[in-house]
């Protein structure tokens, strides 16, 4: 049976994420996979969450089953940090995932048994990983440009013509903020334009939130999706916890809907709730029960916004460092959160590997946070060099 197999292509971050491991050069800088990384290249536990451990290991009394919702006080606690002013709607429900991707699944499984036929909107270039979630959930996918790798801008004209052509009831995937893998962001008045189109044609928003916090602020990475909210009856939103908590192997997400009765949202859980048990019966607890204690705690709460704040502020310095090394790298300077884009091919790619023992997604995606400070000068001379050829 299983010798009947077809080869397959590993997932390229994942296979990234093993060469870079697998590379003993001291000088070596891996900025592929999008993990944070401190001054001295340290991807640390964070303060607020190594407490909420501790306290977690001291006081927890059983390992006993919590149910298909998982931590129900972990999804109540992140409606205020999401939602902001539409926490208190409760035409929103939501469940405790593994981590985002576990979310998107449920999802896009949703949506397909509530229409198999519902077609997906996608911008490219996206997160490698959203097509195949999408496939899995036998969907029909859409795409079309949203960035603009010449000018390094967004699409947004490309992106309206397909909204307003859309039919109503396909599904618009859209990055809540710190696009991956490009950096670029709607701005407030692009995000009013889509969700009042979203609005008007009857379109379905799948929101996903995973980098919240790490590119304006908490509640600013949160505007365009609160817009949405304010907009459209029905919305989908996949949220990770996994890069603002820093807590990634522990898989800490959820997946939230809202529709325009109170009645059938709890019809939709009902059904969210059955296929999650297919896939994975429970959610993990672990990670969000320390993401619940962090949050339950003024004291852990208030040390882990100091610490997303420190860690927003790196990016963003290290982001601006790159964008006054050379005008044709400016527009990194303007977009946000962990990743950009450097004009790079996959031959560029794969030199900056050998010679310099840079690691970069294929596409020339880039983490912009994945160096030390010590390897910052290195790096963007590396890349200056590369793109004089
Ligand atoms: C990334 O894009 O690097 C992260 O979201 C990690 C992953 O799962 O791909």
């Not at 991707?101 to 997906?120: D, E, H, I, T």
């Not at 919305?235 to 996994?242: F, L, R």
Request: glycine share 10%; hydrophobic share 45%; net charge negative.
């Amino acid at each position: 049976l299983l010798e009947t197999l077809p080869p397959i292509e590993s997932d390229s971050l994942l296979a990234l994420i093993a060469m870079a491991n697998a590379d003993e050069r001291p000088e070596k800088i891996d900025v592929g996979v999008g993990v944070y990384r401190d001054g001295e290249g340290r991807t640390p536990i964070l303060r607020a969450v190594k407490a909420a451990e501790q306290r977690l290991w001291e006081a927890q009394e059983s390992k006993g089953y919590l149910g298909g919702f998982g931590d129900r006080r972990f999804t109540e606690l992140l409606r205020s940090i999401v939602f902001g002013e539409h926490a208190g709607d409760d035409r929103i429900m939501g469940i405790q995932t593994p981590g985002g991707c576990g979310a998107l699944s449920l999802g896009f499984k949703l949506v397909a048994a509530a229409n198999p036929k519902a077609r997906v909107l996608v911008g490219t270039p996206t997160w490698p990983n959203h097509m195949p979630v999408i496939e899995a959930a036998e969907l029909e996918i859409v795409r079309y440009g949203y960035y603009d790798r010449d000018q390094r801008i967004i699409r947004f004209d490309e992106m309206m013509s397909m909204l307003d052509g859309a039919r109503s009831g396909d599904v618009v995937l859209l990055h809540g903020c710190c696009h991956n893998p490009t950096g670029a962001d709607l701005d407030d008045d692009q995000w009013a334009d889509v969700a009042r189109t979203m609005a008007h044609r009857g379109l379905v928003p799948f929101v996903d939130i995973a980098y919240q916090g790490l590119g304006r602020g908490l509640d600013e990475d949160a505007g365009g999706l609160r817009g949405i909210l304010a907009a459209c009856d029905e919305v989908i939103v996949a949220q990770s916890c996994d890069k603002n908590f820093g807590v990634y192997r522990d898989r800490v997400g959820s997946l939230h809907l809202k529709t325009a009765r109170r009645g059938s949202t709890g019809l939709a859980m009902d059904h969210v709730a059955q296929i999650a048990r297919e896939m994975w019966s429970m959610p993990p607890d672990h990670g969000a029960a320390a993401v619940r204690t962090v949050l339950e705690n003024d004291d852990l709460r208030a040390d882990w916004l100091a610490e997303l704040g420190e860690m927003r502020d790196r990016i963003n310095r290290i982001r601006s460092a790159i964008a006054a090394a050379d005008p044709r790298l400016a527009y990194i300077g303007r977009q946000f959160g962990m990743f950009s884009m450097l004009p790079f091919d996959a031959v560029q790619v794969r030199q900056l590997r050998e010679r310099s023992a840079i690691y970069m997604a294929d596409s020339g995606r880039f983490n912009v946070i994945g160096m030390a400070d010590e390897a910052v000068s290195r790096f963007i001379a590396a890349i200056v060099e590369a793109m004089n050829g």
